[in-house]
């Protein structure tokens, strides 16, 4: 049994080891690291992965030392937990340190792009500028050329309206004139059409008068004729 606890104390320590090895090299990755911002946050998950995995094994190892028996090896392992703790706190200073090296140079770096950068941007904007008003000046030409012919075509619309109008003006002249003479003619027909009836009305009359003079003479004559005494 005791056989079987060191074994697991001697590959718990070899662990931490291997931890604080890989620790270490990542310190010093980030403490060369020339940037970008994204380099240095992918080399910082990693030590925060490592430290959180030598964090476990040296609680591991912490309590693998409560559980022995000799006080002898319970004091051996408690030493070397303290002894890894120390130097975990010690690659955590370091991985500071590291990185605000690395940030500085960063940032420097950074800065000597920006203001090569303004310089260069300057001398492209002068170019730039250049070009934009020889643009500029092309586009205002064009754009007069453009609207002297727009306003030669609004002149020339202009006469073709106003020469439609006056041919629309003269079409309703001579449609207002057929509809006036239209217009008269209703009226004659109408009053024809109202003395006819009149002279329509009359002759019925007259008609009627005629059948009415023509029955009482047969009238008169049927009587004197069968009734003499009467």
């Not at 990755?29 to 020339?34: A, G, V």
Request: charged share 30%; hydrophobic share 35%; aromatic share 6%.
């Amino acid at each position: 049994m005791a056989s079987s606890a060191d074994v697991h104390v001697r590959i718990c320590g070899q662990e931490i080891i291997k931890y604080d090895l890989e620790i270490k090299a990542l310190v010093q990755d980030i403490r060369d690291c020339p940037g970008p911002q994204s380099t240095l946050m992918e080399f910082n998950s990693q030590v925060k992965e490592k430290f959180n995995k030598l964090r476990l094994r040296i609680q591991d190892l912490e309590q693998m030392a409560r559980e022995q028996d000799r006080e002898t090896d319970k004091l051996a392992i408690q030493a070397e937990t303290e002894s890894q703790r120390r130097q975990m706190l010690s690659n955590q200073t370091a991985w500071r340190k590291a990185n605000l090296a690395c940030k500085l140079a960063i940032d420097n770096t950074e800065k000597d792009e920006l203001l090569h950068g303004e310089e260069n941007q300057s001398t492209r904007q002068r170019k730039v500028t250049k070009d934009s008003l020889v643009e500029t000046s092309n586009n205002i030409t064009e754009s007069l050329m453009s609207m002297s012919r727009m306003m030669a075509e609004q002149v020339k619309q202009s006469e073709d309206t106003i020469g439609t109008l006056a041919t629309s003006s003269s079409t309703v002249q001579e449609t207002n004139d057929e509809f006036k003479s239209m217009t008269g003619t209703i009226h004659l027909g109408r009053r024809l059409i109202l003395k006819y009836n009149r002279r329509e009305l009359t002759d019925k009359l007259l008609i009627f008068l005629a059948l009415a003079l023509f029955f009482a003479t047969v009238l008169y004559i049927l009587k004197k004729r069968l009734f003499p005494f009467i």
